[in-house]
Structure formats: structure tokens, C-alpha cells
């Protein structure tokens, strides 16, 4: 969600703070600002664009080799310059910017106002800033680090929080309880993020701070600690993305760039995972739970948007081939409902960023009733990584475009790989099936190099769809999930209303939505299923719907049938969904290009959601 940076060193903090903003811009945001310090705070901020920032921006902010900046996903208070990061404190001695929500901010206020401040926001961030500030003003011999510490104390909620104090120059303080913060080590100089990203080519080392630490950085000092001024465990870690990760290249937009990528990102995941023989699975990340996994009374898949997707086709997998049962829980109500859990369930929680806030207190939740908690994520360092018993990272590398494509892909590897292990250590499947399955799974990058390359006929066809109103998708068993996911992308970047069903359920309520101006998406290849979909086709054929088909190569029969094709080439089941959603990803990006719209930042979104 929002994205904070932060600098204190030798050099001109402005800079990095700028280029620390556009490069967190895929995290979804409606507002930017910066704050720096030379002596006395100063501070810019715009509704809108880092762009429209940085033209705002006047040569009075390249001083200071302190400071910190934001870009601002409204929670609290519509979207608009008074309500965008930083916020000073009433009194001017500090600059604050926060992600996060303070969940007692309205009981904050109200002592505040009593004590006399007042307030130019609808923020609960302006609350925290001049809560500090009390503490620093009112308090005996207080200094900036004890003023945050005091604040923090009286704070109910999730905060990532990054200060600033005019009376002590040359310091930054951060601190985080339920929000991510990274620091970055360099020559003289430190950096702070919301993630690496903003820290690549700046720095090599990073240090990952944990739930309840609070850092003092100064240019030549590095303090961690927790809020309540205990010790605090850390580790420096090196960084793991490249300048090249976060280039668009010679694409148009990062989401067509990553779409590109998925033959890589795919065999990168399952690459070292497979033996060279195509004769067996190696998941190393799981090597001291694998045999609590294989007896398993039951599994529990949690995730979020399209990580629930990925979750729902892996329940289809694991329990056909492994044969164990399996729920698929949304994360944000299953850690509501008090699901009933024991120590012979095991609990996978997947996330593309690791720091889901739904998921992430979701898992919490699990733990404390005694199952066994693993992740899937693609972000080594980040919250499910420390905060499951063991786990499998995804390797679809940084992901830019808030729409999930190239991450959603290398998550349903990842559980392909979960399912084939598990059903073979369960002896469900023999050697000569687990081989072949294995050999199915490697030869996917090929055959999704042979759809992208007929990518423009896609575009072709998105342009005769690109004024509807409405979408319908339709799959099932495993492709169902694919409907959902393809329905998503649609709605998520060219704001077209789409829904995505089970091709079963259409006579028992979407049927009546047919007619001749409606797109009926069908994910229809040749499996067991097929005579059934077929009979779906059939049924919305009959009342004038418009039918796009995602068909298996030499398809004939429903090319005759349906008004445009997507082909992809014939596979196994097993791992026909990676190849199903590619031509659903590739429609969704020339709808939104088509229809003009913000592909890589559609509104509202953002990228990774670490507010409940």
C-alpha cells in the first residue's frame, strides 16, 4: 500500500527520496510529498502524481542531508494536498510520515485538543505527529527518540513510521509494528523503504526490521532497538533485485514486460526444484515439515485477491493427486470466524509480497490454536518468511505492475510442485506418473512462449470488445479459478464489471445476464470436462451471448461454435491453468490499453495491502 522512504548521510537527501518514490509508485497511491531538514524542517506535498510533485518541488528542497517522503493511499480523509504525507506537528519541531492505521486516533485527538493543538488534516498520521510532539515539548529533558517511544506506547493499531525533528539535525527515526520498513546500509549513508526497491543501486545491505523495532539512524550510527527500549535480534542481508527488475525495457508497460516474463519466471520457480532426470521434486524449504505435511488431517489454504485464486487451484491439485482434503480460506474472514484448527492441520498462507496484512494476522491467528504454519512468498526476508515454520519461495522476481500476472503464475508452480511431491511421498501416484507429471510441468515456459507469440491477435480481438460493459468468465474444475482470475485482471484495469463462475452454475442465476451485448469469456480446453463445457457453450450460444473460448489447438469444433478463439497448446490437467490464464492476462492489458487506461496503476488499487 502507501510507501515511505528515507535518507540521512553525507550527500543531498532530495534525490534519493525522489527516486525512491517513483520506484514505490506500483504500490498504489494518490498522493506524494517530501520532507527535508537543513537545520529547519521544510516540506512539499501534492494530491496526485510523483510527478506532479516533483514539478511542485522548488530548488528550496534540495538541501539537507536528512530526510524522508511518502506516497499516500487514503484510509483516513479524502484524497487531496492537506491530507498528504508528511504532516507536521502543530509546534514545528517535527515531520512524520506513516502507513498504517492508528485505531485510537479519535480518543488521541480529543486529549490533544484539549491540551490545546489543532489539527489541518482529517488524518490519524497529523494525530501521531503532534502526539510526539506533546511528549517532546512537555516533557523534562525529552529529546526526539524518547518523544516517539513515549507516543508509541499510547498507540493502538499498525504503523510503519519514519521522523524527522528540527532540533536534532542529521537523525532519522523509524519504527514499525504490523508495517514493513528496510533499512539499507551504505558508504555514509543510510536509506530507508517501505521494501528493497527503492534501494537498489544505492546500497548492497539490508536489514529487515521486525515487528515492535524502532531504529535511530544517524549519518555514521545505526541503533536498533524495540519501542520499548529492549534489544532488539537482527540481521543484515543482502539485497536481492537488480537496476534491470525495475525497467520497463522496451515494453510499453510493466504489466505487459511481466506478462513476457512468465516462461522465465515459471522455470526459474520450479528450476533447481526438478531433477535434471525429470524424475523427482526437491522443496528444500520444506525438508523438516515434509513429513508432518504428508499426514496432514487436512490442509488449509489462505490468501488474498489473486493468491486466494492460486490457492483455489491448488486445493484441486493437492486433493486429487495427493488425496488429502483441503480448504481454501480468504484470509480477511477466515481470521474472523474462529475456525476450529488442531495441531494435525497444517495452514499455508500465500502472499506475492509477504506482508498482507489480512494474511499476516490470519497465520498469527492459526498459530496460537496449534497448527503448523508454512508460506508462499515471493519476498525472502518479509514477514511470512519470518513469521511461518518453513516454507516455499516463489522466484518470479520484483513485480511492478499492480495487477498480478507473472506472480499469480509462479505461485500455481510452486503448489503444482507441492502436489506432485506430496502425492508421490503419499505413494497416490506411481514413479512412471510422477515422472510424466514432472515432465508436463518442465515443458510449460515452451508453450507459453508459443501463446505470447500470437499476442497481437489477441489484441485484435480485445478490440472488438473493448466498449462492453460487462464479462462473464467461465470454467471448471481447475479452470474455474482461471475464470475467477481472468475476470479480476479484467475489472482491476479496465474497470469493466466482470464476474467469473462456475460454467455448472450459470442455469441457476447468471443465465439471465445473456444477451447479445454481453462477452462470455469460456476456459474450455480439451479435458474431462469438455463435453460439459461444451453444453455451457451451447446454452449461452442459444441465447445470442457473445463467446471468446480458451480452446486447445486444433479445436475445431468450437471454433465453429463461438465467435473468437484463444488457443493454447494441448497439455496434461495438471498444469493446464499456467497455461489458461496467459491469453486471459494479455486480453485484460489490450482491453485496458484499448480503453485508455492507466494499465501499471489503475485507480483505488494497490499493490501490496497492508492495511486490514
Known amino acids: 500500500m502507501c510507501g515511505i522512504v528515507g535518507y540521512v548521510g553525507k550527500d543531498i537527501a532530495y534525490p534519493f527520496l525522489i527516486q525512491g518514490l517513483k520506484r514505490l509508485e506500483y504500490r498504489g497511491y494518490d498522493s506524494a510529498g517530501i520532507a527535508v531538514s537543513d537545520g529547519s524542517l521544510r516540506v512539499q506535498k501534492c494530491k496526485g502524481k510523483v510527478a506532479d510533485l516533483e514539478r511542485h518541488v522548488g530548488s528550496d528542497m534540495a538541501v539537507g542531508n536528512v530526510g524522508i517522503g511518502h506516497t499516500r493511499w487514503a484510509t483516513h480523509g479524502e484524497p487531496n494536498d492537506r491530507n498528504a504525507h508528511p504532516h507536521f506537528s502543530m509546534n514545528g519541531h517535527f515531520a512524520l510520515v506513516h502507513n498504517g492505521i492508528i485505531e485510537n486516533y479519535t480518543e488521541l485527538k480529543r486529549d490533544l485538543e484539549q491540551k490545546g493543538y489543532l489539527f489541518q488534516s482529517e488524518t490519524d498520521t497529523e494525530v501521531l505527529v503532534n502526539l510526539i510532539d506533546f511528549f517532546y515539548t512537555e516533557g523534562e529533558e525529552v529529546n526526539a527518540e524518547t518523544a516517539v517511544r513515549q507516543a508509541l506506547a499510547r498507540v493502538v493499531g499498525a504503523f510503519g513510521i519514519a521522523v524527522i525533528c528540527e532540533g536534532e539535525k542529521d537523525q532519522l527515526i523509524v519504527a514499525r509494528r504490523g508495517s514493513p ?3 539499507g546500509i551504505g558508504q555514509g549513508s543510510y536509506f530507508v523503504a517501505s521494501d528493497q526497491t527503492p534501494m537498489i543501486g544505492y546500497s548492497e545491505n539490508i536489514i529487515y526490521l521486525n515487528d515492535n523495532d524502532m531504529a535511530i539512524i544517524n549519518k555514521n550510527c545505526l541503533t536498533i532497538k524495540t519501542v520499548e527500549d529492549k534489544p532488539a535480534r537482527f540481521k543484515i542481508s543482502r539485497i536481492s533485485k537488480s537496476v534491470g527488475e525495475i525497467d520497463k525495457g522496451d515494453f510499453a508497460h510493466f504489466m505487459l514486460k511481466e506478462i513476457f516474463e512468465q516462461p522465465k519466471t515459471i522455470g526459474d520457480t520450479f528450476r533447481g526444484r526438478i531433477s535434471a532426470d525429470r524424475h523427482s521434486i526437491s522443496l528444500g524449504g520444506l525438508l523438516e515439515v515434509l513429513p508432518r505435511l504428508t499426514v496432514a488431517r487436512r490442509i488449509i489454504l489462505i490468501g488474498c485477491g489473486t493468491s486466494w485464486h492460486a490457492a483455489l487451484v491448488g486445493e ?19 481470521r474472523y470466524r474462529n475456525p476450529i484448527l488442531s495441531a494435525d492441520d497444517v495452514v499455508i498462507a500465500i502472499s ?20 503448523t504454519i508454512l508460506g508462499i512468498c515471493n519476498v525472502a526476508g518479509s514477514s511470512v518468511a519470518r513469521e511461518t515454520d518453513a516454507g516455499i519461495f516463489t522466484h518470479a522476481g520484483t513485480e511492478i505492475g499492480v495487477a498480478s500476472t507473472k506472480a499469480f503464475t509462479a505461485q500455481v508452480t510452486v503448489l503444482t510442485l507441492l502436489a506432485l ?8 501416484i506411481s514413479s512412471n506418473q510422477y515422472s510424466i507429471l514432472i515432465s508436463e510441468l518442465s515443458g510449460i515456459p515452451d508453450k507459453i512462449r508459443t501463446i505470447l507469440a500470437g499476442h497481437l491477435q489477441i489484441k485484435e480481438i480485445a478490440s472488438r470488445y473493448k466498449e462492453a460493459s460487462n464479462a462473464l468468465y467461465l470454467g471448471r474444475g481447475s479452470l474455474f479459478p482461471i475464470a475467477l482470475e481472468g475476470a479480476l485482471k479484467l475489472k482491476e484495469i479496465s474497470y469493466l464489471h466482470a464476474e467469473g463462475y462456475a460454467a455448472g452454475e450459470m442455469k441457476h442465476g447468471p ?6 451485448n454481453l462477452p462470455v469469456v469460456v476456459v474450455s480446453p480439451r479435458d474431462s470436462y469438455y463435453e460439459k463445457i461444451v453444453s455451457n457453450i451451447q446454452e449461452v450460444k442459444a441465447r445470442k451471448g457473445n463467446i471468446i473460448a480458451v480452446v486447445t489447438e486444433g479445436d475445431e469444433l ?5 465467435a473468437d478463439v484463444f488457443e493454447i497448446p494441448d497439455s496434461h490437467p495438471a498444469v493446464t491453468p499456467l497455461l489458461a490464464i496467459i491469453p486471459l492476462q494479455l486480453f485484460a492489458y489490450y482491453i485496458a490499453l484499448l480503453r485508455g487506461c492507466d494499465v501499471d496503476q489503475p485507480r483505488n488499487l494497490a499493490k501490496s495491502v497492508t492495511v486490514e
Open 352 to 371: 506475492q509480497s509477504g506482508e498482507t496484512t489480512d494474511t499476516l494476522v490470519a497465520i498469527r491467528m492459526a498459530r496460537e490454536k496449534g497448527a
Open 511 to 516: 443465465i439471465a445476464l445473456v444477451d447479445d
Open 181 to 183: 520498513l528496510v533499512i
Open 558 to 562: 468450437l471454433k465453429e461454435m463461438v
Open 421 to 428: 511431491k506430496l502425492a508421490f511421498e503419499r505413494n497416490e
Open 316 to 334: 484441486y491439485l493437492i486433493e486429487t493427486y495427493a488425496r488429502i482434503p483441503v480448504e481454501v480460506e480468504l484470509a480477511s474472514e477466515f
